[in-house]
């Protein structure tokens, strides 16, 4: 009987979602925003990073805000199988929604499905094709893999909409003296 309760609270969020949702429409992030993080120079970059994040995060919905913070919730406590069900009840109700599907593809390669995890980060990437968390998450991924030069690629594309990523720098920097045949 235990069981049923969390599935019971899916059941019932979904449905008083999907009242929400058919009204929820996220503004857009500026363009404006991507040309600042760009920048070479100055700290502005930082600014302009929080309100792109802020601005991917916002379904449009409190309800789906909720929904997208359980899932995040989950993931961070590690209950894959939770964070995948709740971020599926997500993109269910907002199917232009890049970060959710940003976010279930992390789920999935998380949880062993490399198939849907991709599924989801091109789905991100048509809807989002700045969304800079997906292509690190697919280099991540490609590297796992053994695609290396396609990993490379996809760090390259991330470091050109957000160059100020100390990690996919580091990362790009690891994967090409690896490709090289180089050490660090």
Same mark, same amino acid.
């Given at each position: 009987?235990?069981?049923?309760? =969390?599935?019971?609270?899916?059941?019932? !969020?979904?449905?008083?979602?999907?009242?929400?949702? /058919?009204?929820?429409?996220?503004?857009?992030?500026?363009?404006?925003?991507?040309?600042?993080? /760009?920048?070479?120079?100055? +700290?502005?970059?930082?600014?302009?990073? !929080?309100?792109?994040?802020?601005?991917?995060?916002?379904?449009?919905?409190?309800?789906? #805000?909720?929904?997208?913070?359980?899932?995040?919730?989950?993931?961070?406590?590690?209950?894959?199988?939770?964070?995948?069900?709740?971020? !599926?009840?997500?993109?269910?109700?907002?199917? +232009?929604?890049?970060? %959710?599907?940003?976010?279930? %593809?992390?789920?999935?390669? @998380?949880?062993?499905?490399?198939? =849907?995890?991709?599924?989801? @980060?091109?789905?991100?990437?048509?809807?989002? =094709?700045?969304?800079?968390?997906?292509? #690190?998450?697919?280099?991540?991924?490609?590297?796992?893999? %053994?695609?290396?030069? /396609? /990993?490379?690629?996809?760090?390259?594309?991330?470091?050109?909409?957000?160059?100020?990523?100390?990690?996919?720098?580091?990362?790009?920097?690891?994967? +090409?003296?690896? +490709?090289? %045949?180089?050490?660090?």
């Amino acid at each position: 009987m235990r069981r049923r309760v =969390p599935y019971f609270h899916r059941a019932v !969020t979904a449905f008083a979602t999907a009242f929400v949702a /058919a009204q929820a429409i996220a503004e857009p992030v500026d363009p404006a925003l991507f040309e600042t993080l /760009a920048a070479e120079r100055g +700290d502005a970059w930082m600014e302009a990073e !929080t309100r792109i994040l802020d601005g991917w995060a916002d379904t449009g919905s409190e309800a789906l #805000n909720m929904i997208q913070t359980r899932g995040e919730t989950a993931l961070d406590e590690g209950d894959v199988p939770a964070a995948i069900g709740h971020l !599926t009840a997500l993109v269910d109700h907002a199917p +232009d929604h890049a970060m %959710g599907y940003q976010l279930r %593809g992390l789920a999935y390669w @998380l949880n062993g499905d490399a198939g =849907p995890a991709a599924a989801d @980060l091109a789905r991100a990437l048509e809807i989002e =094709p700045k969304q800079y968390l997906a292509l #690190n998450q697919l280099a991540a991924m490609l590297e796992e893999l %053994g695609r290396t030069d /396609a /990993a490379i690629e996809a760090l390259r594309r991330s470091l050109e909409i957000h160059p100020h990523q100390q990690d996919a720098i580091d990362a790009a920097a690891r994967l +090409d003296a690896e +490709d090289n %045949g180089t050490n660090i």
